[in-house]
């Protein structure tokens, strides 16, 4: 190939693509991604660094610890005293009471082996501060299978079971709860009416009557003591419940000892967190029975939220029980609920949470077994400022039990004591998964739940107690027309120093659409008014939307899990310049015919100018041979006259390209 044609077809290669590409590469269709796999995809991300926006971010994670240190950008930076944190990591309660007893820790919100109590209220520096958890163990269901699926079973279930033993054992200073309203008892007065509480059953304890409804339903005992159904099915069943929960692990053995005094034979499976925790028992209904928590709260509706709509979870109800009856009327649950969360009539809900506390206390879902009393252990060795732990019920003690550490510092006086701890270190012990993920979308093997409340900040504080908010990331908040709008506080950071932005706030959205987060039910679209200011089309107005579109938001970086959240949006219809346009319209096919019949043109006269060039470059070529020729002898040239040629040869066609016309 002479010198001609391959510098031509070098320009053409390259002009060629200069056009095509750009207009090529945004025209090619692919295949629009589903959201269970843009699901499976968010899942399966695995983040190298955990960047968040919390007044402390992470510094080291390792098998038995994280250390956390205060993020001096956080807004709250002149608001918490301490500069570090520590999480251990513990696996049973005994190791943690141990660490009491050491003053290892500054808190601890553990079951406490009794035994160990008086050895713990012997030492000055702790201190117990008995504050009602609005929660405790339960003992589920599986719905799917029989016998389990009959209420008259559950029933007989709960008037079996011996809270006041189950207590004295398990838990003490806790309060048993035979209403079975599904929420705390401690505060049904202040939801249910005098009609309604009237009406309920009480399950306390009554053996005799647990084996007359058994016995009514036909289910004799067999000669082993075990009941047998009229189809032959032996009342045979296995209770899972989580490795280390020393508490609730005695609760599932008092339950399976109890069980067998109206012929169930019940067999105690401890698991472990993780595997517990996952789609191969709890969270995938593969399991008989289980005892786990319940934890609504002060808000009942949140409880019903959560197991009726939001999450498909352990008790599978209503799923197979959609429809009940109540005084002969049939209701729908999932209507209920919805109803009961509509608008911001906090007196209107009332009315539907009476209705649901009598179908959750009649057809017993579950059976709510105690509400612990759990004692937030606090140690006045290195920490000063504690609220009165002699009165259980100071609120702040409340957001303790939440675990909202970030919260109790923030709104409460603690700090740290300048003799005993010039560090400024605060230490708690929790259980958390060693060598776990840094992806908070998946909780399954995340290393540490209770490690966001230090990292991530929620858009707004709920405080339970007064049902208001605080702001925290979000500086404030209102609605117009049907939109939530939501401002981002001024000088907000992510922990690598860049802006929190109304485009994080969206991605987060998207990114808790994936995972079926309750705001959805409230909100269809997120969207970017400014670079700090977010709006939600609100699709149903509820008391509920402020706590799950702001308590119940901690944001996420876009940098992180943007590429996934766009193609959520792509998906869903809702970005306005969609990630996979269609291809070329006629006009834009005749456009690229107009700029190939000038690049045509183009062409002929890059021909003309490399001919122009070609004679330039032989002229050369001759004055080098003369002086060549005339060049005195032995005069070494060769290499610096070739130099000489290539870069006049250079040079010229610089100026050829140079003055080439314009497209």
Same mark, same amino acid.
């Given at each position: 190939?002479?010198?001609?044609?391959?510098?031509?077809?070098?320009?053409?290669?390259? %002009?060629?693509?200069?056009?095509t590409?750009?207009?090529?590469s945004?025209k090619?269709?692919s295949?629009?991604?589903?959201?269970?796999?843009?699901?499976?995809?968010?899942?399966?991300?695995?983040?190298? #660094?955990?960047?968040?926006s919390?007044?402390?971010?992470?510094?080291?994670?390792?098998?038995?610890?994280?250390?956390?240190?205060?993020?001096?950008?956080?807004?709250?930076?002149?608001?918490?005293?301490?500069?570090?944190?520590?999480?251990?990591?513990?696996?049973? +309660?005994?190791?943690?009471?141990?660490?009491?007893?050491?003053?290892v820790?500054?808190?601890?919100?553990h079951?406490?082996?009794?035994?160990?109590?008086?050895?713990?209220?012997?030492?000055?520096?702790?201190?117990?501060?008995?504050?009602?958890?609005?929660?405790?163990?339960?003992?589920?269901?599986?719905?799917?299978?029989?016998?389990?699926?009959?209420?008259?079973?559950?029933q007989?279930?709960?008037?079996?079971?011996?809270?006041?033993?189950?207590?004295?054992?398990?838990?003490?200073?806790?309060?048993?709860?035979?209403? +079975?309203?599904?929420? =705390?008892?401690?505060?049904?007065?202040?939801?249910?009416?005098?009609?309604?509480? !009237?009406?309920?059953?009480?399950?306390?304890?009554?053996?005799?009557k647990?084996?007359?409804?058994?016995?009514?339903?036909?289910?004799?005992?067999?000669?082993?003591?075990?009941?047998?159904?009229?189809?032959?099915?032996?009342?045979?069943?296995?209770?899972?419940?989580?490795?280390?929960?020393s508490?609730?692990?005695?609760?599932?053995?008092?339950?399976?000892?109890?069980?067998?005094?109206?012929?169930?034979?019940?067999t105690?499976?401890?698991?472990?967190?993780?595997?517990?925790?996952?789609?191969?028992?709890?969270?995938?209904?593969?399991?008989?029975?289980?005892?786990?928590?319940?934890?609504?709260?002060? +808000?009942?509706?949140?409880?019903?939220?959560?197991?009726?709509?939001?999450?498909?979870?352990?008790?599978?109800?209503?799923?197979y029980?959609?429809?009940?009856?109540?005084?002969?009327?049939?209701?729908?649950?999932?209507?209920?609920?919805?109803?009961a969360?509509?608008?911001?009539?906090?007196?209107? !809900?009332?009315?539907?949470?009476?209705?649901? =506390?009598?179908?959750?206390?009649?057809?017993?879902?579950?059976?709510?077994?105690?509400?612990?009393?759990?004692?937030?252990?606090?140690?006045?060795?290195?920490?000063?400022?504690?609220?009165?732990?002699?009165?259980?019920?100071?609120?702040?003690?409340?957001?303790?039990?939440?675990?909202? %550490?970030?919260?109790?510092m923030?709104?409460?006086?603690?700090?740290?004591?300048?003799?005993?701890?010039?560090?400024?270190?605060?230490?708690?012990?929790?259980?958390?998964?060693?060598?776990?993920?840094?992806?908070?979308?998946? !909780?399954? &093997?995340?290393?540490? &739940?209770?490690?966001?409340?230090?990292?991530?900040s =929620?858009?707004?504080?709920?405080?339970?107690?007064?049902?208001?908010?605080?702001?925290?990331?979000?500086?404030?908040?209102?609605?117009?027309?049907?939109?939530?709008?939501?401002?981002?506080?001024?000088?907000?950071?992510?922990?690598?120093?860049?802006?929190?932005t109304?485009?994080?706030?969206?991605?987060?959205?998207?990114?808790?659409?994936?995972? +079926?987060?309750?705001?959805?039910?409230?909100?269809?679209?997120?969207?970017?008014?400014?670079?700090?200011?977010?709006?939600?089309?609100i699709?149903?107005?509820?008391q509920?939307?402020?706590?799950?579109?702001?308590?119940?938001?901690?944001?996420?970086?876009?940098?992180?899990?943007? #590429?996934?959240?766009? =193609?959520?949006?792509?998906?869903?219809?809702?970005?306005?310049?969609?990630?996979?346009?269609?291809?070329?319209?006629a006009?834009?096919?005749?456009?690229?015919?107009?700029?190939?019949?000038?690049?045509?043109?183009?062409?002929?006269?890059?021909?003309?100018?490399?001919?122009s060039?070609?004679?330039?470059?032989?002229?050369?070529?001759?004055?080098?041979?003369?002086?060549?020729?005339?060049?005195?002898?032995?005069?070494?040239?060769?290499?610096?006259?070739s130099?000489?040629?290539?870069?006049?040869?250079?040079?010229?066609?610089?100026?050829?390209?140079?003055?080439?016309?314009?497209?």
């Open positions: 190939m002479n010198f001609k044609n391959g510098l031509t077809y070098l320009l053409i290669a390259i %002009f060629i693509a200069t056009i590409i750009p207009i090529l945004t090619i269709k295949k629009p991604q589903t959201l269970d796999e843009l699901r499976t995809k968010l899942l399966e991300l695995r983040p190298k #660094e955990y960047i968040g919390g007044p402390f971010k992470v510094v080291s994670i390792t098998e038995g610890e994280i250390l956390l240190e205060k993020f001096e950008d956080s807004p709250w930076a002149n608001d918490i005293q301490f500069e570090k944190v520590r999480i251990l990591s513990f696996t049973t +309660n005994e190791i943690a009471t141990g660490w009491i007893l050491q003053d820790v500054d808190i601890s919100q079951w406490i082996p009794p035994p160990a109590w008086s050895e713990i209220e012997a030492k000055p520096n702790w201190h117990f501060a008995w504050g009602s958890t609005l929660r405790g163990p339960a003992l589920y269901f599986n719905h799917k299978i029989y016998p389990l699926s009959l209420k008259e079973v559950r007989a279930i709960a008037y079996a079971l011996d809270r006041e033993a189950i207590i004295e054992i398990a838990s003490p200073k806790a309060s048993p709860t035979p209403l +079975n309203i599904g929420f =705390a008892e401690s505060i049904a007065s202040q939801w249910l009416t005098e009609e309604t509480l !009237s009406k309920l059953t009480r399950y306390d304890y009554n053996v005799e647990a084996n007359q409804i058994l016995d009514d339903l036909g289910f004799k005992k067999g000669d082993d003591g075990i009941r047998v159904t009229p189809n032959g099915t032996k009342l045979e069943f296995e209770i899972i419940v989580v490795y280390g929960w508490d609730f692990v005695l609760v599932a053995e008092q339950v399976a000892e109890q069980l067998a005094a109206i012929g169930i034979k019940a105690v499976k401890t698991i472990e967190s993780p595997y517990f925790h996952s789609d191969q028992y709890y969270f995938g209904g593969n399991y008989q029975m289980a005892i786990y928590g319940w934890w609504p709260g002060w +808000n009942p509706l949140v409880h019903y939220i959560d197991k009726v709509i939001a999450m498909e979870d352990a008790t599978t109800f209503p799923h029980m959609e429809v009940v009856e109540l005084d002969g009327k049939k209701y729908n649950i999932t209507e209920l609920v919805l109803k969360s509509e608008g911001f009539d906090f007196e209107k !809900s009332k009315q539907y949470v009476n209705i649901l =506390a009598r179908i959750w206390n009649e057809y017993v879902p579950y059976v709510n077994i105690i509400e612990q009393r759990f004692p937030d252990l606090v140690n006045t060795l290195r920490v000063e400022g504690w609220p009165d732990w002699n009165n259980p019920d100071e609120p702040m003690w409340y957001e303790l039990h939440e675990y909202r %550490f970030d919260e109790f923030k709104y409460s006086k603690i700090r740290p004591k300048a003799d005993t701890n010039p560090d400024k270190v605060f230490v708690f012990d929790t259980s958390f998964s060693v060598g776990g993920h840094l992806n908070p979308y998946e !909780s399954t &093997g995340f290393v540490c &739940g209770n490690m966001r409340n230090f990292v991530d =929620a858009l707004a504080n709920y405080i339970n107690f007064n049902n208001t908010y605080k702001p925290d990331l979000a500086e404030k908040w209102w609605t117009e027309g049907e939109y939530l709008y939501i401002k981002i506080r001024k000088g907000a950071k992510w922990h690598d120093g860049n802006p929190v109304a485009k994080d706030l969206v991605s987060t959205y998207y990114l808790l659409y994936l995972t +079926n987060h309750p705001v959805w039910q409230y909100i269809d679209k997120a969207e970017e008014v400014d670079e700090s200011t977010v709006r939600l089309h699709k149903r107005p509820s509920l939307l402020y706590f799950y579109a702001l308590d119940q938001v901690r944001p996420t970086p876009y940098k992180i899990y943007g #590429e996934i959240s766009d =193609a959520v949006m792509e998906v869903l219809g809702h970005k306005e310049k969609p990630i996979t346009p269609p291809g070329p319209t006009e834009e096919v005749k456009a690229l015919s107009d700029k190939v019949s000038k690049l045509e043109g183009i062409i002929t006269q890059l021909q003309d100018k490399i001919s060039l070609e004679a330039q470059i032989n002229t050369l070529q001759s004055k080098i041979a003369e002086i060549e020729a005339a060049k005195p002898s032995g005069m070494e040239t060769p290499m610096l006259i130099a000489i040629s290539l870069l006049l040869a250079i040079v010229a066609l610089a100026v050829a390209l140079k003055k080439r016309p314009e497209e």
